[in-house]
Protein backbone atom coordinates (compact mmCIF):
# COMPACT_ATOMS: atom_id res chain seq x y z
CA UNK A 1 0.00 0.00 0.00
CA UNK A 2 1.34 3.57 -0.59
CA UNK A 3 1.04 6.97 0.27
CA UNK A 4 1.97 9.80 -1.57
CA UNK A 5 -0.70 12.41 -1.49
CA UNK A 6 -0.05 15.12 0.94
CA UNK A 7 -4.18 14.76 1.68
CA UNK A 8 -4.22 11.28 2.95
CA UNK A 9 -6.61 10.68 5.78
CA UNK A 10 -8.05 7.70 7.63
CA UNK A 11 -11.47 9.08 9.24
CA UNK A 12 -12.89 5.46 9.76
CA UNK A 13 -11.71 2.62 12.06
CA UNK A 14 -9.29 -0.49 9.81
CA UNK A 15 -9.62 -3.94 10.06
CA UNK A 16 -6.10 -5.25 10.97
CA UNK A 17 -7.05 -9.33 11.60
CA UNK A 18 -4.50 -11.14 13.43
CA UNK A 19 -3.47 -13.33 10.11
CA UNK A 20 -2.27 -10.39 8.49
CA UNK A 21 0.30 -8.25 8.52
CA UNK A 22 0.29 -4.40 6.62
CA UNK A 23 2.78 -2.38 5.19
CA UNK A 24 2.53 1.15 3.90
CA UNK A 25 5.19 2.88 1.72
CA UNK A 26 5.72 6.41 1.88
CA UNK A 27 6.74 8.57 -1.06
CA UNK A 28 8.53 11.52 1.42
CA UNK A 29 8.65 13.69 -1.74
CA UNK A 30 5.48 13.64 -2.32
CA UNK A 31 4.33 14.06 1.10
CA UNK A 32 6.61 16.38 3.53
CA UNK A 33 5.23 19.45 1.40
CA UNK A 34 2.25 19.75 3.84
CA UNK A 35 4.24 20.39 7.26
CA UNK A 36 2.33 22.76 8.37
CA UNK A 37 -0.77 19.82 8.13
CA UNK A 38 1.64 17.45 9.47
CA UNK A 39 2.90 19.36 12.61
CA UNK A 40 -0.89 19.67 13.46
CA UNK A 41 -0.80 16.21 14.21
CA UNK A 42 2.40 15.06 15.95
CA UNK A 43 2.92 15.81 19.53
CA UNK A 44 4.58 18.65 21.10
CA UNK A 45 7.28 16.25 21.86
CA UNK A 46 7.30 15.09 18.31
CA UNK A 47 7.64 18.79 17.13
CA UNK A 48 10.64 19.50 19.62
CA UNK A 49 12.77 16.65 18.08
CA UNK A 50 11.80 17.70 14.70
CA UNK A 51 12.91 20.87 15.34
CA UNK A 52 16.26 19.26 16.47
CA UNK A 53 16.93 18.72 12.81
CA UNK A 54 19.50 20.91 11.06
CA UNK A 55 18.52 20.72 7.66
CA UNK A 56 14.89 21.66 6.69
CA UNK A 57 14.23 18.32 4.35
CA UNK A 58 14.67 16.07 7.38
CA UNK A 59 12.88 17.81 9.70
CA UNK A 60 9.91 17.75 6.94
CA UNK A 61 10.53 13.46 6.55
CA UNK A 62 10.26 12.85 9.89
CA UNK A 63 7.83 15.12 10.72
CA UNK A 64 5.50 13.38 7.60
CA UNK A 65 6.36 10.49 9.06
CA UNK A 66 5.19 10.85 12.11
CA UNK A 67 2.18 11.55 11.36
CA UNK A 68 1.10 8.80 9.09
CA UNK A 69 2.45 6.97 11.47
CA UNK A 70 -0.43 8.32 13.91
CA UNK A 71 -2.93 8.39 11.56
CA UNK A 72 -2.87 4.35 10.68
CA UNK A 73 -2.22 3.66 13.66
CA UNK A 74 -5.10 5.86 15.12
CA UNK A 75 -7.38 3.97 12.38
CA UNK A 76 -6.04 0.83 13.21
CA UNK A 77 -6.59 1.02 17.18
CA UNK A 78 -10.09 3.35 16.72
CA UNK A 79 -8.35 6.57 18.28
CA UNK A 80 -7.70 9.90 16.73
CA UNK A 81 -4.05 10.54 15.60
CA UNK A 82 -3.63 12.81 18.52
CA UNK A 83 -5.14 10.42 20.97
CA UNK A 84 -2.28 8.05 20.27
CA UNK A 85 0.14 7.74 22.71
CA UNK A 86 3.21 5.29 23.35
CA UNK A 87 5.41 3.47 26.04
CA UNK A 88 8.78 2.90 25.55
CA UNK A 89 10.66 -0.66 26.35
CA UNK A 90 13.67 -0.95 28.44
CA UNK A 91 15.64 -0.58 24.93
CA UNK A 92 13.36 2.18 23.62
CA UNK A 93 10.89 0.46 21.41
CA UNK A 94 8.11 2.10 21.41
CA UNK A 95 4.62 0.79 21.58
CA UNK A 96 0.73 1.89 21.45
CA UNK A 97 -0.19 2.66 25.34
CA UNK A 98 -3.64 0.61 25.81
CA UNK A 99 -4.96 -1.50 28.00
CA UNK A 100 -5.49 -4.56 25.34
CA UNK A 101 -1.80 -6.45 25.76
CA UNK A 102 -2.16 -9.67 23.72
CA UNK A 103 -4.24 -7.92 20.84
CA UNK A 104 -2.71 -4.87 20.99
CA UNK A 105 -1.74 -2.95 17.31
CA UNK A 106 2.35 -3.77 17.04
CA UNK A 107 4.08 -1.38 14.93
CA UNK A 108 7.48 -0.21 13.56
CA UNK A 109 8.39 2.52 11.73
CA UNK A 110 11.70 2.89 9.11
CA UNK A 111 12.40 5.66 6.64
CA UNK A 112 15.78 6.43 4.33
CA UNK A 113 16.35 8.63 1.65
CA UNK A 114 12.55 9.39 -0.07
CA UNK A 115 10.74 6.38 1.37
CA UNK A 116 9.25 5.66 4.44
CA UNK A 117 7.70 2.18 5.69
CA UNK A 118 5.40 1.94 8.00
CA UNK A 119 4.46 -2.24 9.17
CA UNK A 120 1.37 -2.95 11.35
CA UNK A 121 0.51 -6.30 12.79
CA UNK A 122 -2.00 -7.27 15.74
CA UNK A 123 -0.90 -8.79 18.81
CA UNK A 124 2.29 -9.81 17.67
CA UNK A 125 5.70 -7.89 17.44
CA UNK A 126 6.69 -6.55 13.93
CA UNK A 127 10.26 -4.93 12.52
CA UNK A 128 11.19 -3.56 9.22
CA UNK A 129 13.92 -1.92 7.94
CA UNK A 130 14.61 0.00 4.67
CA UNK A 131 18.18 1.79 3.67
CA UNK A 132 18.69 3.47 0.48
CA UNK A 133 21.58 1.45 -1.65
CA UNK A 134 24.42 3.64 -1.50
CA UNK A 135 28.24 3.47 -2.92
CA UNK A 136 30.45 5.69 -0.86
CA UNK A 137 31.06 3.29 1.72
CA UNK A 138 33.62 0.22 2.39
CA UNK A 139 31.13 -2.75 3.12
CA UNK A 140 33.54 -5.48 3.66
CA UNK A 141 35.11 -2.76 5.98
CA UNK A 142 31.80 -2.59 7.99
CA UNK A 143 30.68 -6.33 7.47
CA UNK A 144 34.34 -6.96 9.80
CA UNK A 145 32.62 -4.42 12.49
CA UNK A 146 29.26 -5.74 12.48
CA UNK A 147 28.30 -9.14 10.86
CA UNK A 148 28.89 -12.49 11.75
CA UNK A 149 31.70 -14.57 9.97
CA UNK A 150 29.27 -17.00 8.22
CA UNK A 151 28.05 -12.85 7.06
CA UNK A 152 31.27 -11.71 5.73
CA UNK A 153 31.91 -14.85 3.84
CA UNK A 154 28.73 -14.86 2.09
CA UNK A 155 29.28 -11.15 1.07
CA UNK A 156 33.32 -11.83 0.06
CA UNK A 157 31.34 -14.03 -2.20
CA UNK A 158 29.55 -11.83 -4.26
CA UNK A 159 30.59 -10.70 -7.30
CA UNK A 160 31.71 -7.00 -7.19
CA UNK A 161 28.89 -5.49 -9.18
CA UNK A 162 26.68 -6.99 -6.56
CA UNK A 163 28.59 -6.31 -3.29
CA UNK A 164 26.70 -3.00 -2.38
CA UNK A 165 23.20 -4.28 -2.56
CA UNK A 166 24.23 -7.71 -1.04
CA UNK A 167 25.40 -5.34 2.07
CA UNK A 168 22.55 -3.48 2.31
CA UNK A 169 20.41 -7.02 2.43
CA UNK A 170 22.27 -7.82 5.23
CA UNK A 171 21.84 -4.90 7.22
CA UNK A 172 18.23 -4.11 6.60
CA UNK A 173 17.67 -7.99 7.97
CA UNK A 174 19.38 -7.85 10.92
CA UNK A 175 18.20 -4.31 11.81
CA UNK A 176 14.85 -5.71 10.91
CA UNK A 177 15.08 -8.91 13.51
CA UNK A 178 16.62 -6.86 16.41
CA UNK A 179 13.49 -3.92 15.69
CA UNK A 180 11.08 -6.60 15.88
CA UNK A 181 12.52 -8.54 19.11
CA UNK A 182 12.69 -5.44 20.19
CA UNK A 183 16.18 -5.65 21.84
CA UNK A 184 18.19 -2.78 20.73
CA UNK A 185 21.82 -3.37 21.01
CA UNK A 186 21.67 -5.80 23.93
CA UNK A 187 21.39 -7.97 20.76
CA UNK A 188 24.64 -7.81 19.28
CA UNK A 189 24.70 -7.80 15.36
CA UNK A 190 27.37 -10.83 15.49
CA UNK A 191 25.04 -12.75 17.27
CA UNK A 192 22.80 -14.56 14.86
CA UNK A 193 23.14 -14.97 11.00
CA UNK A 194 20.68 -14.21 8.17
CA UNK A 195 21.11 -14.83 4.60
CA UNK A 196 22.57 -12.67 1.94
CA UNK A 197 20.48 -14.48 -0.90
CA UNK A 198 16.96 -12.94 -2.69
CA UNK A 199 13.71 -14.60 -2.28
CA UNK A 200 14.58 -16.18 1.03
CA UNK A 201 11.56 -17.91 2.80
CA UNK A 202 13.09 -17.33 5.90
CA UNK A 203 16.49 -15.19 5.80
CA UNK A 204 16.80 -16.01 9.13
CA UNK A 205 19.81 -18.54 9.50
CA UNK A 206 20.69 -18.86 13.20
CA UNK A 207 20.09 -16.76 16.84
CA UNK A 208 23.03 -17.72 18.83
CA UNK A 209 20.69 -16.87 22.07
CA UNK A 210 18.95 -19.13 24.04
CA UNK A 211 15.74 -20.49 23.97
CA UNK A 212 15.57 -18.87 20.39
CA UNK A 213 13.32 -21.08 17.78
CA UNK A 214 13.99 -19.04 14.30
CA UNK A 215 11.20 -20.59 12.95
CA UNK A 216 8.99 -18.49 14.29
CA UNK A 217 10.87 -15.48 13.56
CA UNK A 218 10.26 -15.44 9.47
CA UNK A 219 12.17 -12.79 8.33
CA UNK A 220 12.40 -11.54 4.31
CA UNK A 221 12.50 -9.37 1.93
CA UNK A 222 10.26 -6.61 1.51
CA UNK A 223 9.36 -5.25 -2.51
CA UNK A 224 10.24 -1.63 -2.44
CA UNK A 225 11.60 1.57 -4.75
CA UNK A 226 14.23 1.02 -7.28
CA UNK A 227 17.46 1.96 -5.40
CA UNK A 228 16.10 0.20 -1.84
CA UNK A 229 16.52 -2.12 -0.01
CA UNK A 230 13.88 -3.49 2.66
CA UNK A 231 13.03 -6.12 5.12
CA UNK A 232 10.62 -7.42 7.34
CA UNK A 233 10.52 -9.70 10.41
CA UNK A 234 7.85 -10.89 12.45
CA UNK A 235 7.10 -12.70 14.97
CA UNK A 236 4.88 -15.96 14.63
CA UNK A 237 3.45 -17.79 11.19
CA UNK A 238 0.26 -18.26 9.68
CA UNK A 239 0.39 -14.46 8.56
CA UNK A 240 -0.06 -13.10 4.91
CA UNK A 241 1.43 -9.55 4.35
CA UNK A 242 -0.76 -6.98 2.58
CA UNK A 243 1.56 -4.57 0.95
Not at 115 to 142: H, Q, T, Y
Not at 175 to 189: S, V, W
Amino acid sequence: MAISDPKFELTAPREIPRDEVHVWQVELTAVRSAEARWREIISDDEQTRADRFRFAIDRQNFTAARALLRILLGAYAGLAPKAVTFSYGEQGKPSLNTREQNERVEFNLSHSGEIALLAFARGRAVGVDIERIRENLEPEKIARRFFSQREQKELSALPPSERYVGFFRCWTRKEAYIKARGTGLALPLDGFDVSLKPGEPNALLEARTPDTDITAWPLGELAVADGYVAALCVQGNGWRLIS
